[in-house]
T-cell receptor
Framework: EPEVTQTPSHQVTQMGQEVILRCVPI?????FYWYRQILGQKVEFLVS????????KSEIFDDQFSVERPDGSNFTLKIRSTKLEDSAMYFC????????????FGEGSRLTVL | AQSVTQLDSHVSVSEGTPVLLRCNYS??????LFWYVQHPNKGLQLLLK??????LVKGINGFEAEFKKSETSFHLTKPSAHMSDAAEYFC????????????FGRGTSLIVHP
């Protein structure tokens, strides 16, 4: 069964460093998302991506964040200068052409900022 | 605008007894509704979905949910809890006509006692 894969599963970084989280969505999907879950809190929407551009973004997704789909398969989230409060689980998701809202999630990337 | 409220942050049941996890939604359109489960240190797995077909939806692992438009509810139930059901459960709403960004509830932690 096709699945969304995310790497790394866990990354530890120093405050101020740049981090890139990678995702490979399901191959025929067209809509891509990043969500974040701070430990013990709700799952929050960060950004959605369609047709090679950002379609929606939340207030959380400020100038330190960026996304791109560099090669037609990978979908990356870059955090330019990490802060302590960026420590969270980051989930990538994708959905197909019909976009009923059903998201297919990866296993998540846990980011720890020291 | 869409929103979802999970009425209980924690639900505690004994193994073999029924489970009820409550979810109320708000949507300007006819929404799609989902329940996802997250086991400790795992990703998000779709339990079941409502996308304007039958109002009683059956999912995996014996769970089901009923869409009640008059009550704007989509409560998750299971007749008999199993120890392996202990997890975090998220109700998610997504509405058409806009950007279809799924919105998560805060989550309900299901605790199952032997």
């Amino acid at each position: 069964e096709p699945e969304v894969t995310q790497t790394p599963s866990h990354q530890v970084t120093q405050m101020g460093q740049e981090v890139i989280l990678r995702c490979v969505p399901i191959s025929n999907h067209l809509y891509f998302y990043w969500y974040r879950q701070i430990l013990g809190q709700k799952v929050e929407f960060l950004v959605s991506f369609y047709n090679n551009e950002i379609s929606e973004k939340s207030e959380i997704f400020d100038d330190q964040f960026s996304v791109e789909r560099p090669d037609g398969s990978n979908f990356t989230l870059k955090i330019r200068s990490t802060k302590l409060e960026d420590s969270a689980m980051y989930f990538c998701a994708s959905t197909g052409q019909s976009n009923t809202g059903e998201l297919f999630f990866g296993e998540g990337s846990r980011l720890t900022v020291l | 605008a869409q929103s979802v409220t999970q009425l209980d942050s924690h639900v505690s049941v004994s193994e073999g007894t029924p489970v009820l996890l409550r979810c109320n939604y708000s949507s300007s359109y006819s929404p799609s509704l989902f329940w996802y489960v997250q086991h400790p240190n795992k990703g998000l797995q779709l339990l079941l979905k409502y996308t304007s077909a039958a109002t009683l939806v059956k999912g995996i692992n014996g769970f089901e949910a009923e869409f009640k438009k008059s009550e704007t509810s989509f409560h998750l139930t299971k007749p008999s809890a199993h120890m392996s059901d202990a997890a975090e459960y998220f109700c998610v709403v997504s509405e058409p006509g806009g950007s279809y960004i799924p919105t998560f509830g805060r989550g309900t932690s299901l605790i199952v006692h032997p």
